[in-house]
């Protein structure tokens, strides 16, 4: 039975891959600063775990790890999937502050969460997973904090993928494009508000160019994620995977 964690997994993507797992038969042991959201995701899906985290603070690392020990007993899978994407605003127009709290939680979070984990993966030979983002492939015009902590989760995967490689740990990144869902509906709304167009041209500017005109669902994303630990899955390592529906300019 793999034992897996899944940060940021309350809602969204985090939330499907959690699933996806559970259904697999897997122990699962979510995290997330939403603990309203935790309650909802824990009700949802019969034996998933949960336990608040903020990945940029320190203690409440040391905190969820101890949990992971308790009641995961060690751990087979880790999926760094915690992010969030910060204001939308042109570079000149972004606070240090607001830079800073991309980068404490996208990146320095995962860190945290990841060179913890590191020692209880390399006893089970387990498997890394890291959610960066289509904005890790391109650029993503007035969300330069998110796209620039999204490349640095490349370079994260791959060193960490050189590293592990002699424990027969893999490491790999899933680049995700548009992904339906509520925090879709929150980017989209942040693009249109700061170009003037209409939620609906946002939307079809986005499909423009994409060789496939639709929205991936959540639950394709997960399916990626369990492929990725099965002996086939773990034949790759150091790689970045886009699901994101074959955008023409990649």
């Not at 995290?31 to 019969?46: I, V, W």
């Not at 020990?69 to 607001?98: K, R, Y």
């Not at 979070?109 to 993966?121: D, K, N």
């Not at 509906?185 to 939620?199: M, N, P």
């Amino acid at each position: 039975m793999k034992r897996v964690l899944v940060t940021g997994g309350a809602a969204g993507i985090g939330l499907a891959v959690a699933q996806r797992f559970a259904q697999d038969g897997a122990q699962v042991l979510i995290c997330d600063a939403d603990t309203a959201g935790l309650d909802r995701a824990m009700a949802a899906t019969p034996g998933l775990h949960g336990i608040p985290c903020d990945v940029s603070a320190p203690a409440e690392v040391d905190s969820l790890f101890a949990a992971v020990s308790d009641q995961l007993g060690g751990l087979d899978v880790l999926v760094n999937n915690v992010g969030i994407g910060g204001p939308t605003a042109p570079a000149e127009e972004l606070s240090s502050a607001d830079w800073q709290r991309v980068m404490d939680i996208n990146l320095t979070g995962t860190f945290e969460v990841t060179r913890r984990a590191i020692p209880l993966l390399k006893a089970s030979a387990g498997t890394i997973i890291t959610m960066s983002s289509a904005a890790g492939r391109y650029g993503y015009p007035n969300r330069i904090a998110y796209a620039t902590s999204k490349w640095g989760l490349i370079g994260f995967t791959k060193t960490l993928a050189m590293e592990l490689g002699a424990f027969d740990v893999t490491a790999n990144a899933i680049l995700p494009g548009a992904v339906g869902g509520e925090r879709f509906d929150r980017v989209i709304a942040g693009r249109a508000a700061v170009s003037g167009r209409s939620v609906e041209e946002e939307v079809a500017l986005g499909l423009a160019s994409q060789s496939l005109k639709r929205i991936v669902p959540p639950e394709h994303v997960a399916d990626l994620a369990l492929f990725l630990t099965t002996p086939a899955g773990r034949s790759i390592s150091g790689a970045a995977l886009p699901i994101d529906c074959d955008l023409q300019h990649g």
